[in-house]
């Protein structure tokens, strides 16, 4: 009896099934009410009574033994299955979720989109900027308040070094390596000191343009603006530019858009005016030239700046910048654009 229970387990040991018929004709030769391990415990009441307890066990074990193996083996066939034979290959894929663009992106997007038709380029510059390129060679005097601490985030080990407050600064950088004619988009991200609200925010991104050539004129900016303000907000669009103050532009400006919430009657969004600011812009000033190693003899230009978040407000209507920078998927949810 013993010998037969060792030949078996042995037997079980090697058992091996390719497919679920295979594994049933095992299960019936070893498990089945007329199988081999059964039909030994048939023959147990044979068994000498002082040996019956050493051969039940050995008989237990075999059978749990067979049981075990027979399971890892239905396992490793229905495994197999499911990876080859059965699988529906024609059965199509589990839709995936796809995100959308967020909204600031769409945005600044769809500003390159409209000036690359004019042959704009784009260039970006570092995010921690030096002094120079971000006051100096863009004519801000040493004492301008826009150096203000308020304003700008210095690093402490160098007041030197600090957060770029303008995109502007990419604009020194792109002059004193390139020669003109230049017709380039600087967007990017900037920082300010500023306290966190629903209008305003310590970081914004910006889309800065600049044009420099010989006999660049404000009539120049004005079509490049007026044109892109009717492709962004529509053909019925008008613009107004206001005389304003800059550092780094003579003449500066700065434009309004014919409210396009309204279309120009008066709305709370444009306080009632019907117009509402959307960008700086100007003639560069001589110095800025000059400081950047451009002769301002022959060459002249003009630059303009836009907040991307005020054109996405404008488009979008969005009432609360801190939208911007939670990313809370159900607000971000709601774009889906072309650009
Ligand atoms: N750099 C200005 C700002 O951050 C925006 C600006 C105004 C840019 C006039 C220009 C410009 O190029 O001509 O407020």
Redesign the pocket.
């Known amino acids: 009896m013993k010998s037969r229970i060792n030949e078996l387990l042995e037997e079980v040991n090697r058992m091996a099934a390719a497919n679920a018929d295979e594994l049933e004709t095992l299960r019936i030769k070893y498990l089945s009410k007329k199988g081999q391990i059964s039909e030994l415990f048939n023959d147990f009441r044979n068994v000498a009574n002082e040996e019956k307890r050493e051969v039940g066990q050995l008989l237990n074990e075999l059978k749990n033994k067979a049981q075990d193996k027979i399971n890892e083996l239905k396992d490793a066939v229905a495994n197999s299955n499911s990876n080859t034979q059965q699988a529906d290959l024609t059965r199509s894929a589990d839709p995936l979720t796809l995100g959308t663009r967020h909204p600031l992106s769409l945005t600044k997007n769809e500003i390159i989109d409209i000036f690359s038709r004019i042959g704009f380029t784009i260039a970006e510059g570092p995010e921690i900027e030096d002094d120079w390129h971000v006051f100096g060679a863009l004519n801000f005097p040493p004492e301008h308040p826009a150096r203000d601490m308020q304003d700008t985030f210095f690093i402490e080990q160098n007041p030197d070094i600090l957060l770029r407050?303008?995109?502007?600064s990419v604009?020194s950088r792109v002059m004193a390596e390139q020669k003109p004619p230049i017709r380039m988009l600087f967007p990017g991200r900037?920082f300010r000191n500023e306290a966190i609200s629903y209008r305003a925010h310590c970081f914004f991104h910006?889309v800065?343009?600049?044009y420099i050539d010989k006999d660049v004129s404000f009539a120049d900016l004005k079509q490049a603006l007026l044109y892109f303000a009717k492709e962004m907000f529509g053909e019925d669009t008008k613009i107004r530019l206001r005389p304003s103050y800059?550092p780094?532009?003579e003449p500066?400006a700065e434009m309004d858009i014919s409210c396009h919430i309204c279309g120009g009657k008066g709305c709370p969004f444009c306080k009632h005016t019907g117009w509402v600011e959307i960008?700086?812009?100007?003639m560069v000033d001589p110095n800025v030239l000059e400081n950047c190693g451009i002769d301002s003899k022959i060459y002249s230009g003009?630059?303009?700046?836009m907040g991307v978040e005020r054109i996405t407000n404008l488009k979008y209507q969005v009432k609360d910048l801190r939208m911007f920078s939670e990313n809370d998927v159900r607000f971000l949810k709601q774009f889906d654009s072309a650009y």
């Open positions: 407050t303008h995109t502007s604009q900037v910006q800065e343009g600049l800059f780094f532009t500066s960008l700086g812009c100007g003009y630059a303009f700046g």
